[in-house]
């Protein structure tokens, strides 16, 4: 068992050691990619929000694979801990009380990503809550963002409020994916919902 134990958690610690050689801000940039590959997350051009982008790892990733035609803008109320290249910026902000006009509006964005975890604090049915608040106010800030069609990637801790968390982006998206991605810490309980093709808002389509 011990030798099953230490065999399994090697590619977990590779992740880290990887992400420092590739000159990523930290190995939470292979959930993203991995998330990117399964579902063609990410392309030229795109605008794209990262909420709770801090250290920046995100970001670095979102960038690359927009380009210079694309925009990436990170928030989160600790700073960056890297430099960005120019299609990117970075905002201290506090995203529980952030508007949709102090992060560019409605329909600013093809994309929304939400990396957002509460402090933890062993207590595991609090910290689930926590995860789930962090999560449902990241949705809000998709619904008021995203243009219709767009996609929302956000992490939740599975708990009892998984399902009033899935079922609110069912709601808001014609197709939701579960992906816990391989880079997750094995200890881990947290998943990524992904909300794909965001439908219109109703007032939207009734007024046209």
């Known amino acids: 068992m011990r030798r099953r134990a230490r065999r399994q ?11 420092q050689k590739e000159g990523y801000a930290a190995r939470s940039v292979y959930k993203l990619q ?11 051009g795109m605008r794209v929000l990262d909420l709770g982008a801090a250290p920046g790892s995100w970001t670095q990733y979102a960038a690359e694979q927009v380009g210079r035609e694309g925009k990436v803008l990170g928030v989160d109320l600790q700073p960056a801990g ?10 201290q902000l ?3 009380t952030a508007t949709a006009a102090s992060l560019g509006g409605p329909e600013a964005f093809e994309v929304v990503l939400s990396d957002m975890a509460p402090r933890t604090s062993g207590m595991r049915h609090r910290d689930q809550f926590l995860s ?20 929302f990637v956000g992490k939740i801790f599975q708990g009892g409020e998984f399902e009033q968390a899935r079922d609110a982006t069912r709601a808001r998206f014609r ?14 309980y947290e998943v990524f919902l992904v909300g794909l093709d965001r439908l219109p808002t109703p007032g939207a389509t009734s007024s046209a």
């Open 34 to 44: 991995e998330i990117d590959r399964r579902v063609r997350l990410l392309r030229r």
């Open 132 to 151: 789930f608040e962090l999560y449902v106010r990241a949705l809000e800030i998709a619904e008021q963002t995203l243009v219709a069609g767009g996609t």
């Open 82 to 91: 890297v430099s960005l290249p120019p299609q990117a910026c970075f905002d």
């Open 9 to 19: 958690a090697r590619p977990q610690d590779s992740f880290g050691k990887r992400a």
């Open 175 to 188: 197709t939701v994916r579960i992906i816990k991605p391989e880079a997750s810490r094995n200890e881990s």
């Open 94 to 96: 506090d995203i529980t």
